[in-house]
């Protein structure tokens, strides 16, 4: 059992027989009052996010998820095509129940896909993936004026901020917890 | 070695920062208040429900300087205040660090109404201080910071945000999920808002109104749907302190929290204290609103994670 002192982004409970996982948690306290833990959740099966509040002491029954090792393929129209390592079984997945994960699939990447009662819903990415950067300003060196970061699309289509310094075609390594930019790998 | 990109993406809002601190200085400077420093490792915490204190070997790290600045108010010093760290166990989110920086200011002879207009004045002349117009802009909202702000009072919020009046949630235990999921994101919207008159159990520390003993002097300030203050206008009465902080204490044990001793010099000293005002705001969340931050994470110079 988790309590809800566990709770924190990426945990995954059952919440009426369908496994959850947590997208959005905050800590909140209203003045003077209780300490809250206010969470969005994500059912991994249908993607349909909900809303809800929890307060110290209340309990939560783990999603128990098997894991298996597989490469992520390619992908067709919102689909996306995995093969087992181990038995080079083929599965697919809907971009809805990657969500975030579909930033960061690169062909060739090897992931942990998520199955739940022998259904595929999802993949465990590792924390850093490297992306090349495919879009971004040019900078020019000595520039002051400009503020501190860019925007910059990766191979895979995701957008985000990156430093000034990098330059379009270069290697960036990304935190896939957070979505941001870590550092630039130098090849 | 690589610089840290988060420090250096920071210093920006880090100097922003120290602007902040020195203009809330020169404020209370120029209004006659004198600042103190209070010890941050004290034997006994003010017992409040829902604050939990860090232990630090026998003693504990303080949660506010409260009851050493009222110790102070008690002596005769009339207008003080502090900007000191404070810590809060297992207080981590958007708008939490379990350390962080609290500015406390006390008034002798004032009321809560008094703070209000201090509030008014203080923020404003920090805004200007760092070249920001009457107008902010926080999380996509406009707020006009000319005053008199906005002042209601919990009651009315209820009425005018929640699904049901504040006595049918304070008899059904959730005015707390009701005042974070309904009324907080509606408040400081267009102007900084005063929420005021809190139900009697929700201020240990406040004196009761005297038209109304189910209701206390207290208010919090929210601009943009974010706490930044708490304030009361004290209770001196120091054997109705002692019978609230009893009760306290028998709500933390209720709950198995760590108990406190009695903070009995404060309590015997506190017979002494003339009527005032106190309170606390806390200065990373102000920093938040000003630099219109994403999270208190970008405002502070490491968050707990990163040490």
Redesign the interface.
């Known amino acids: 059992m988790y309590t809800s002192?566990d709770l924190k982004k990426g945990l995954k409970v059952v919440i009426d027989g369908d496994p959850y996982v947590v997208t959005v948690f905050?800590?909140?306290?209203?003045?003077?009052?209780?300490?809250?833990y206010?969470t969005k959740l994500r059912n991994m099966i249908t993607g349909i996010a909900i809303e809800r509040?929890y307060r110290p002491g209340d309990t939560f029954e783990p999603a128990l998820l098997e894991e298996r090792e597989m490469q992520y393929l390619y992908k067709e129209e919102h689909i996306y095509h995995f093969m087992d390592n181990q038995t080079y079984e083929q599965i697919t997945i809907t971009e809805e129940a990657l969500g975030e994960a579909s930033h960061y699939l690169k062909e060739n990447l090897n992931v942990k896909v998520l199955l739940f009662t022998d259904k595929a819903i999802g993949v465990d990415l590792p924390n850093f993936v490297n992306l090349r950067v495919i879009k971004t300003d040019i900078w020019v060196k000595g520039d002051t004026s400009g503020s501190?970061?860019k925007p910059a699309t990766v191979e895979t289509g995701y957008v985000l901020r990156i430093?000034p310094f990098v330059q379009e075609g270069e290697l960036i390594t990304l935190d896939t917890r957070t979505g941001e930019?870590s550092?630039r790998v130098k090849e | 070695m690589a610089k840290n990109w988060t420090l250096v993406k920071r210093q920006g809002a880090l100097r922003a920062r120290a602007n902040i601190l020195q203009a809330i200085r020169l404020f209370f400077i120029h209004e006659g208040y004198f600042e103190v420093e209070t010890p941050h490792r004290i034997p006994a915490p003010a017992p409040e429900s829902h604050i939990d204190a860090v232990p630090s070997g026998s003693w504990f790290l303080h949660t506010s300087p409260e009851l050493c600045m009222k110790r102070l108010l008690a002596a005769g010093y009339e207008k003080i205040f502090q900007i000191c760290r404070c810590w809060r166990e297992g207080e981590r989110g958007s708008q939490h660090t379990p350390e962080f920086t609290l500015l406390e200011w006390y008034r002798a002879n004032s009321d809560y109404l008094g703070l209000m207009e201090e509030c008014e004045a203080l923020i404003q002349r920090v805004a200007s201080t760092l070249g920001l117009s009457e107008t902010l802009r926080y999380h996509g909202q406009t707020i006009e910071l000319s005053p008199p702000w906005e002042r209601i009072s919990v009651d009315d919020a209820f009425q005018r945000y929640a699904h049901i009046p504040m006595k049918k949630a304070l008899a059904e235990h959730c005015f707390d999920e009701i005042m974070v999921e309904e009324i907080e994101p509606q408040l400081g919207r267009s102007k900084p808002t005063f929420l005021y008159d809190y139900p009697a159990e929700r201020a240990a520390l406040a004196r009761l109104k005297k038209e109304d003993p189910s209701l206390a002097e207290r208010f919090e300030l929210y601009i943009g749907g974010l706490e930044l203050a708490n304030a009361f206008s004290e209770l001196i009465d120091a054997e109705e302190q002692r019978k609230r902080f009893l009760s306290e204490q028998s709500y933390r044990r209720s709950l198995s929290k760590l108990s406190y001793p009695l903070p009995e010099k404060f309590l015997k000293e506190l017979e002494a204290m003339p009527p005032a005002a106190g309170i606390a705001l806390g200065v990373d969340r102000l920093a938040m609103v000003m630099l219109d931050a994403h999270t208190i994470d970008d405002v502070v110079a490491f968050t707990p994670e990163e040490l």
Request: aromatic share 10%; hydrophobic share 20%; no cysteine.
């Open positions: 002192a905050d800590f909140s306290k209203p003045g003077k009052g209780q300490a809250l206010r509040t501190d970061s430093p930019y550092t």
